[in-house]
DNA sequence: GCGTAATAGTTCATCCGTACAACAAATGCG
DNA sequence: CGCATTTGTTGTACGGATGAACTATTACGC
């Protein structure tokens, strides 16, 4: 009737460890090392102290670990200006614990090095066109290009913390396995051993998540959302969503798929069976397509058409309306229609937007933040804001890395 | 230049707290209690021992606290059959802390209450009509009501740990704000003082989000999923997102609004302001127009109209399609269609459907998996499962009274 | 019926990590 | 030059988990 006394063996759900000594003491080096990193100007043991609301003492040990470690750096001691003993600043450690970040996608495969201060060490992309390739032979050609780069910083005295690996596809990054990435033509494979890097943990994650995951770091001015939805726009459209800057991935990592939200199911038939899908106004083919442009033509081709365009506008050509027009109005249109149902199911107020609609945003905004003010039924108590990505090309090799870099950090009594 | 050793009062994002050594006991008291109340069969100190991997002296003197507490009490001690000293079995309190789950919707309002075994110890439900009611009004009402069981409970010896408030509409948790729910004809007002319940903390919720909660407590048969969307079905349509048996409210609790994901921007205009709107095909108000049965008539004339539609086809009557078939067939298309966005933005692969959609789940099934397996990119990849809701009417009392009780767990030194 | 093995629960010395207070170090200011 | 001030370190105290030893209570074999 009752089996109490009996150590079950079945343990129905792995609850969260219990906690000893030592679990103290890793909670807190985690916490002063966040503290390290996100606080803007750098802090001293005392500031810390006062930050963390831990005792000067404890921070003391605690910080000469992570000093130990390699994690944190000891700055020449500055005096604010005020009295009694000057404050040692401590930073992240440059140049000693790092982050690898991988991505193989249609038109290049690269390779990215960030130490904990966020700077880029090393990076290499090769361009190429990995449509239908053998990813036995690609994924090889990046594991040497990797091992090279690893070589290179390992010799130059620094550590490398593990790699992640950006796919564009349905990637499980718990499993390890890349389901489908439809446009390299890979399905059903376990990319990791391919890479031959034995040596360091790797792991896999979709592109646009670890694109999303760069924005964190924030621009030169702007500073990052702790809450958004980016989405990255290119021949495919994904999505991730951040909350608290931490990624939300669902059950097994394959959300953010918007670009088949249906935005109109009397629209052109999508390559997924569906009809009017997002993807068929305002993928990059779509756009292409409705500016008279070859599907295959640089992104930069569709600029330069729709800047033309507002200079001719602005030259008081009012009654033609150019190519770029019939171009950017219905992916704008449709993109806040699909970006409207996806605040109205997630309440993230803030969108970022990526990949090629980055540089098309002055000729999406309008018709985006439009739709977005109408649909949204939260939109009159909330500020929406639609805003570019801040990060760079290739994002996702800066995602890559800094989550690499975030694991270390919510473990450093790992590297102690 | 830099502040190093200044303590910043700007707190720039309140982390985590130091962990102190009473930090340890709190989590730990957490870890036992979830334990004891999460697990099916009745754990001893020893069992419990095992099961988290605490000592079992340490596990004895944190049963003690929690048994002092009155959060958990000891059965007869039972032997197993085996050698041995008989174990005690351990067991969450019956009728000690109780959680109140209160309730205002549009035909009725209502409170319930729940101990910390999941029973009801007290409920009372009356209906009404409160489209575009006064919310002074039915607020006092429903505190009366309130504070009377709560003295009730309380002459029986419980203890009211608190109390939820469920509400269709939008409403923010964090601030007690009420921003507008439209089918009571409420907004911008401020609804737990008006209760006028100043002894228990209330706090308030979204109605969807709280009956999603109750889900959690699983059915007779069947287990709670850890993760599901759950659409509850009415005049309106709301979701709720739970992830890992936690609520997801994104950043202020208002997601889930699929009622206004778009559908077809061809169909109907909705009184959102958009056009084909879910809600305009599968919400009460159109499945009833839908099939020819007057927009206020009760859920029950229409799930006989389907019945004798199923009755007539099962003798033969293929040729006439009844009006049943046209109420259905639409709102299960347009549900489905929704849903199959819902799912690829969240990667949720549990739908459990509630409100109006229980009953009518069997007219709704072929349809919405049918969409669902078509649209739904990871279909390939994962059992998608539609189930209907397995707590009982009214489940957003229940779910109010769980949050609550979840609470008293979540931090049981606040008991000890 | 009794000894022995087995299991549950408790007691106690020990260890580990944080807190607090006292102290040493280093600076600005009158 | 002395004093106030702030930083960083040292030493003691305290809280909480641990493991071993001990007690309590049963089943089982002889």
Redesign the pocket.
């Known amino acids: 009737m009752t089996t ?4 079950r063996e079945t343990t129905t759900r792995t609850g969260p460890a ?5 679990t ?2 890793e ?3 985690e916490l002063i090392a966040r503290a390290v990193f996100e606080v803007p100007e750098p802090l ?4 810390l102290a006062a930050a963390t ?6 921070v ?5 670990q992570l000093v130990a470690a390699r994690l944190v750096r000891e700055l020449p ?1 500055v ?1 604010g ?8 600043p401590l930073v992240p450690a440059p140049r000693s614990v790092v982050g690898l970040g991988l991505e193989v996608n249609v038109d290049y495969l690269g390779a990215r090095v960030l130490d904990l201060t966020g700077d880029v060490v090393a990076e290499r992309v090769v361009p190429g066109a990995f449509h239908d390739s053998d990813p036995t032979a690609v994924l090889r050609r990046l594991g040497d290009l990797a091992r090279e780069m690893s070589d290179g910083v390992a010799a130059a005295g620094m550590t490398v913390a593990g790699a992640r690996l950006a796919l564009p596809g349905l990637v499980d990054p718990r499993t390890g396995l890349l389901e489908v990435a439809p446009n390299l033509g890979w399905s059903s494979l376990e990319p990791v051993p391919l890479l031959g890097l034995g040596e360091t943990e790797v792991r896999i994650a979709n592109e646009a998540k670890l694109a999303a995951l760069a924005e964190l770091a924030g621009g030169s001015d702007v500073a990052a959302p702790d809450s958004f939805i980016f989405v990255s726009g290119d021949v495919g459209i994904g999505a991730a969503i951040v909350v608290d800057r931490e990624l939300f991935l669902g059950e097994r990592g394959w959300n953010g798929e918007i670009g088949h939200v249906v935005v109109d199911p009397a629209g052109p038939r999508c390559s997924c069976g569906a009809f009017g899908c997002l993807e068929q106004y305002a993928g990059k083919v779509a756009m292409m397509r409705a500016a008279g442009l070859p599907p295959d033509a640089p992104l930069a081709s569709l600029v330069t058409q729709l800047a033309d365009g507002d200079a001719a506008l602005r030259a008081g050509d009012r009654a033609a309306p150019t190519a770029g027009d019939r171009a950017a109005l219905p992916a704008g249109r449709a993109l806040g229609s699909a970006l409207a149902d996806f605040v109205n199911l997630f309440d993230v107020a803030t969108i970022v937007l990526g990949g090629a609609y980055t540089e098309l945003l002055p000729w999406l905004r309008a018709d985006v933040e439009a739709v977005l003010a109408d649909r949204v039924l939260a939109a009159p108590f909330v500020d929406l804001e639609v805003r570019a990505a801040q990060a760079g090309p290739h994002a996702a090799l800066t995602g890559g890395a800094r989550q690499v870099l975030q694991a270390v950090l919510a473990d450093p009594a790992a590297w102690v």
Do not use: F, I
């Open positions: 109490a006394g009996t150590a219990a906690a000893r000594q030592h103290l003491r909670r807190n080096l001293s043991r005392a500031g609301g831990l005792a000067r003492a404890t003391s040990t605690l910080v000469d001691a005096n200006g005020r009295a009694g003993r000057p404050a040692v």
